[in-house]
T-cell receptor
Framework: GESVGLHLPTLSVQEGDNSIINCAYS??????FIWYKQESGKGPQFIID?????DKRQGQRVTVLLNKTVKHLSLQIAATQPGDSAVYFC???????????FGAGTILRVKS | EPEVTQTPSHQVTQMGQEVILRCVPI?????FYWYRQILGQKVEFLVS????????KSEIFDDQFSVERPDGSNFTLKIRSTKLEDSAMYFC????????????FGAGSRLTVL
C-alpha cells in the first residue's frame, strides 16, 4: 500500500528566511504528490501539487521538488512569513478519484 | 470561492450514542470523502463516495460507520454507537472535476465522545 511520512515534526524559522519541509513516500505508483497547509481549527488547504513525471514545480513563493530515485518530496517556501505558520502535510494519490494518503505533518513556526 | 460546508462545528456526545455529521460539498463536484484527524495526528482516509455509492473505504470505516447522500446535496457520515476513540476532527472533502487531484476540504466537525 501507500505510505507517506515526514522527517521533521517541527520546523522553526525566522521571518524572511526560506523554509524547507521534507517528506518521504513508499509507493512509486502514485501519480500526484500534493502539499496541504492546515491552519489551526481549519481543514487542510491545497498549496501545490506535482505530477509524478516532473521533478520541480514552482508556485507563488513555493516550490515543490520530487526526487523519485530516493522517493523524496520537499516543499520550499521563500521569504517565510508569519502567515505561513501552520501544519504542512504531504499527500500522494494514485489517480483521479482515488483517496489521498497523508503524511504525518510538520509544524512550521515562523519567528518574527 | 465555493466552499465545502460542514455542520456541526463541534458536537459533544455520550459513548454509545449515534452521531450524524453533515456536509454540503461543492455543487459540481463528483467525488466525496470523509477523513478524520485525531488531535495532533495525521489526516486519515475513511471513505470515498461516487455515483451514490461507496467507492473505497478504510479499515477504520467499520460497521459502525455509514455514509449517505440523501437529497443530492447533503453528504452525511453516521456513527451508530460512538466510542471514546471516535473523538476526532472529521473532514468532508470533494474533488473538482477540472482539477483531478485537488481535494477541497471543509473546516471540519469536532466530535468529542465522553
Amino acid at each position: 500500500g501507500e505510505s507517506v511520512g515526514l522527517h521533521l515534526p517541527t520546523l522553526s524559522v525566522q521571518e524572511g528566511d526560506n523554509s524547507i519541509i521534507n517528506c518521504a513516500y513508499s509507493n512509486s505508483a502514485s501519480d500526484y504528490f500534493i502539499w496541504y497547509k492546515q491552519e489551526s481549527g481549519k481543514g487542510p488547504q491545497f498549496i501545490i501539487d506535482i505530477r509524478s513525471n516532473m521533478d520541480k514545480r514552482q508556485g507563488q513563493r513555493v516550490t515543490v521538488l520530487l526526487n523519485k530515485t530516493v522517493k523524496h518530496l520537499s516543499l520550499q517556501i521563500a521569504a517565510t512569513q508569519p502567515g505561513d505558520s501552520a501544519v504542512y502535510f504531504c499527500a500522494a494519490v494514485k489517480e483521479y478519484g482515488n483517496k489521498l494518503v497523508f503524511g504525518a505533518g510538520t509544524i512550521l513556526r515562523v519567528k518574527s | 470561492e465555493p466552499e465545502v460546508t460542514q455542520t456541526p462545528s463541534h458536537q459533544v456526545t455520550q459513548m454509545g450514542q449515534e452521531v450524524i455529521l453533515r456536509c454540503v460539498p461543492i455543487s459540481n463536484h463528483l467525488y466525496f470523502y470523509w477523513y478524520r484527524q485525531i488531535l495532533g495526528q495525521k489526516v486519515e482516509f475513511l471513505v470515498s463516495f461516487y455515483n451514490n455509492e461507496i467507492s473505497e473505504k478504510s479499515e477504520i470505516f467499520d460497521d459502525q460507520f455509514s455514509v449517505e447522500r440523501p437529497d443530492g446535496s447533503n453528504f452525511t457520515l453516521k456513527i451508530r454507537s460512538t466510542k471514546l476513540e471516535d473523538s476526532a476532527m472529521y473532514f468532508c472533502a470533494s474533488i473538482n472535476p477540472l482539477k483531478a487531484n485537488v481535494l477541497t476540504f471543509g473546516a471540519g466537525s469536532r466530535l468529542t465522545v465522553l
